[in-house]
């Protein structure tokens, strides 16, 4: 029997480097409530990263949620269905609508086109996502907002690093949230972040993230407990050494599966954007079942037996959950319900082998009718 594949693998620095760097932890006793470690993360990131400020959190998802209750937001949030379960849940949790828009069917982002046909007097937010490290148009986006004075938020939880015309991704919108979850290119084992320019903004995120302390005798706000332990910061402070070089070698992977699947009929990958410093987070390929001669769940049953074990990610839509059952309808968003139907992504992480990307790259092949 071959080796198993999983379709990602958490990145780790060597384990001396990682003993090395929580050592004085045991100097401090100091393990969570933003301590040194939290710190020196969360500015030296916000340089990486080409922002203005950034909010440390638990994790991603907790990291929106709150960004959204501190914006104080009400009504309609026009959103993709073509996203994790965490996207629309923050929405929803907070009390707010989601209006689902559909995407693009080339990267897989919200179809700015759409955008304005579904603003009412109700939409207060845009909460557009980059999907596979894939960027929207955040440009039109800007001017939509503008023009009928609406907040945007991205969900870069995929664009960790990403860059656009020399500007980090996510100092765009009002505020990104960040995902620095132990698949991702990035990560702090679990963790996350808010990237933003508001200052107020960011002493209220800093408030919600702490139970909604304001000082030790006043609690003016209904918060959680999101906070970024020292342990999580320390592996973050490993990995940002040496993440430049996972995505370099992420690159090479992407190549290899490029040049060996660009012949066979009914694969289709999404071309590099324009303009754009990629982190190839994702290898996402779209199955055309009359091209190939199968179906993308049956490709993704015949690479299981060969022990490849590709994702069908995203599936199925947001606005399909059970726990929503009755409230959207999918098919007003038909390009993102095709896309969940038909899109597979492939095992990439900076560990690989090529010897591997030919193993799964030929068994693609070889199945092709």
Request: aromatic share 10%.
């Amino acid at each position: 029997m071959s080796e198993k594949v999983l379709v990602t693998r958490a990145v780790l620095p060597e384990f001396d480097e990682y003993v090395e760097e929580i050592r004085d932890i045991w100097d401090s006793h100091w393990l969570t409530n933003m301590g040194a470690k939290h710190n020196e993360l969360e500015a030296k990131l916000s340089e990486y990263l080409k922002v203005d400020k950034m909010s440390l959190f638990s994790n991603g998802h907790m990291a929106l949620e709150l960004l959204l209750q501190a914006m104080n937001l009400e009504g309609e949030v026009i959103t993709t269905p073509f996203t994790f379960a965490s996207t629309t849940h923050a929405i929803v949790r907070n009390g707010l609508t989601p209006v689902f828009c559909d995407i693009n069917a080339d990267d897989y982002t919200i179809d700015v086109n759409k955008i304005e046909s579904l603003i009412t007097d109700k939409t207060c937010a845009i909460v557009p996502v980059h999907v596979y490290g894939n960027i929207c148009d955040v440009e039109a986006i800007d001017k939509i907002a503008k023009k009928h004075n609406l907040k945007v938020i991205y969900d870069a939880a995929h664009a960790f690093g990403v860059e656009y015309k020399g500007q980090g991704i996510c100092a765009y919108g009002d505020a990104s949230m960040l995902s620095f979850h132990a698949t991702k290119v990035y990560n702090t084992i679990e963790g996350g972040a808010i990237c933003h320019s508001d200052e107020a903004l960011g002493k209220r995120m800093y408030q919600l993230k702490n139970f909604g302390i304001k000082n030790e005798e006043v609690v003016d706000g209904i918060g959680a407990n999101a906070k970024m332990n020292e342990f999580q910061a320390a592996m973050g402070l490993c990995n940002l050494r040496h993440v430049d070089d996972s995505i370099a070698k992420r690159k090479v992977l992407t190549d290899r599966y490029r040049e060996l699947l660009a012949d066979v009929n009914g694969v289709k990958m999404c071309n590099e954007q324009k303009d754009v410093k990629h982190n190839y987070a994702y290898l996402p390929v779209y199955i055309d079942a009359t091209a190939y001669g199968h179906n993308r769940d049956e490709l993704w049953e015949h690479l299981k037996e060969y022990d490849i074990y590709a994702r069908k990610y995203f599936y199925p839509l947001t606005s399909a959950f059970d726990c929503y059952e009755g409230r959207y309808d999918v098919n007003a968003t038909p390009v993102a319900l095709d896309a969940s139907k038909n899109i597979l992504t492939l095992p990439i992480y900076p560990d690989m082998q090529l010897d591997v990307v030919d193993r799964i790259c030929e068994c693609i092949s070889k199945y092709a009718v």
